[in-house]
């Protein structure tokens, strides 16, 4: 969502680093710059203006411009104040350690993907032991409840509807229902409504008094552009709402609006919802998306995604891998498992440079590429799989019909298996020989560069 903006604050960078020492008249330039860019972004203009002043004040100070590098001083006064724009500190979901069940109550407007949002939500919790509930309170909408029993059944997370009619009725209810069913978390689904729908905003405020959630959370369409602003702050008035959830925020728009939220509102962002899978909801990280926005990138959340999807199946892969070699079996694991961490694309965009590098490449089309891998090893037998070395030229021909690819993808597969196992089989020849730590420390940075998580090892 960012790129535009992303790729103007990096070249205005770039300009300030080419100058060697600045004069009052470059950060003067760089100002402007950075100004246009932002509200070109779609950023709320009084935001732009006293985020650039702030800037410039510090910019301008003595030991930036009289320092040996002055150009990334620049840059780390950029990178603070827009962490600081953002939120400066992560805003963590606050659940309530004496009170069960917990209630989440989402409010916002018709169309900023509230429901899908709640259906996110519920699965990122039970992903973390909890049992949460949903309850489909928004009445007015057509087929709303039936859209969050779908999604519901999607990820064994259950839903309740109560009568369909009464709105408050069914949150209260819901929580009734949550007690007798063992739930400890109830996430109620209200209707989208307008800022001006005094009717509307009403039943929001009557639903908040009857189950008194701990945490009420405003979900907000990052595409929405400069009227955001309007729109918080109505709901900030009414429902007094905790933290934002930022959704559609993989989309293409200039995405000022997300930052301005916070400066507006004093709200924080809690989530922010990166793609459709249900586990696409992420914790909000100010300093990293600053990082993201300014070209630096994630590496910290690459490194943190490796770890979740770590388990002890892998290391154990890792072990059978070095007795008896890299099978097509094991590249397929792989890549299912770079899929589980968001895909190569998103592993990418977490990468310094990497969304500049990846629209010079013509967009992601790693998904697309591993699909036609995979239709490759599904093709092969189950021995074939096993021992790459047996495929000769017939079976080429023949797994090549079988995936509707040609012989030349083919030989290419089995090219990077057959690199592959030449890395693994040196890995293997380390482990013959040297001490054993040294031995451990090696086989990790194997698994990390691998994709295979924190690389912990079952021995």
């Known amino acids: 969502m960012f790129n535009n903006l992303s790729d103007r604050l990096t070249d205005t960078f770039d300009k300030l680093r080419g100058k060697g020492k600045l004069t009052e008249d470059d950060i003067n330039v760089a100002m402007r710059e950075i100004r246009m860019a932002l509200l070109e972004a779609d950023v709320n203009f009084r935001v732009v203006k006293d985020f650039v002043a702030r800037c410039k004040e510090q910019c301008l100070e003595a030991d930036v411009l009289d ?29 309530m350690q004496n009170r069960t069940p917990n209630v989440i109550m989402l409010v916002g407007l018709q169309g900023s993907g509230k429901t899908t949002a ?7 919790l039970k992903r973390q032991g909890r049992s949460p509930e949903l309850a489909a309170c928004d009445t007015h909408r057509p087929a709303a409840a039936d859209q969050l029993a779908t999604l519901g059944s999607e990820i064994g997370v259950p839903v309740y509807r109560g009568d369909g009619k009464d709105a408050v009725a069914i949150a209260r209810e819901s929580v009734r229902d949550a007690v007798d069913n063992l ?73 000022g609006g997300a930052l301005s939220v916070r400066a507006v509102t004093g709200k924080p962002i809690k989530f922010v919802s990166m793609g459709e899978k249900p586990d696409s909801l992420e914790v909000f990280h100010p300093d990293r998306m600053a990082k993201r926005i300014l070209g630096m990138g994630d590496v910290v959340g690459i490194i943190e995604t490796a770890q979740a999807n770590a388990d002890a199946a892998q290391a154990e892969a890792a072990e059978r891998m070095l007795r008896e070699g890299f099978t097509m079996d094991d590249m397929l694991a792989q890549m299912q498992q770079i899929r589980k961490m968001g895909g190569v694309g998103k592993l990418l965009g977490m990468l310094p440079g990497g969304d500049k590098m990846m629209r010079q490449m013509g967009g992601d089309q790693s998904e697309e590429q591993m699909r036609k891998i995979e239709a490759m090893i599904y093709s092969m037998t189950k021995e074939e799989r096993a021992r790459p070395k047996l495929i000769n030229g017939m079976r080429r ?51 990390r560069n691998m994709g295979m998580g924190g690389g912990k090892l079952p021995f």
């Not at 150009?71 to 606050?94: F, I, P, R």
């Not at 369409?221 to 934002?244: K, L, P, W, Y």
């Open 118 to 124: 709640a259906a996110k939500l519920a699965y990122m």
């Open 183 to 255: 739930r400890d978390v109830v996430i109620v689904d209200t209707a989208g409504r307008l800022q001006i729908d005094e009717l509307m905003m009403q039943e929001a405020v009557d639903i908040k008094r009857a189950v008194k959630p701990d945490q009420v959370l405003m979900v907000v369409d990052a595409m929405t552009g400069q009227d955001i602003v309007n729109v918080v702050s109505e709901f900030a008035e009414r429902t007094d709402f905790d933290g934002v959830i930022m959704s559609k925020l993989d989309g293409d728009a200039r995405g």
């Open 397 to 447: 021909q023949r797994i090549a019909r079988g995936s509707g690819r040609s012989v030349q993808e083919v030989n290419q597969l089995i090219k990077q298996w057959g690199e592959m196992n030449k890395m693994m089989g040196k890995v293997r020849g380390m482990m013959q020989s040297g001490n054993k730590k040294q031995q451990k420390r090696q086989l990790q940075q194997m698994m």
């Open 67 to 95: 320092s040996l590098s002055p150009a990334q001083n620049v840059v780390k006064v950029v990178l603070d104040e827009l962490t600081e724009l953002l939120g400066s500190t992560e805003s963590k979901l606050v659940l």
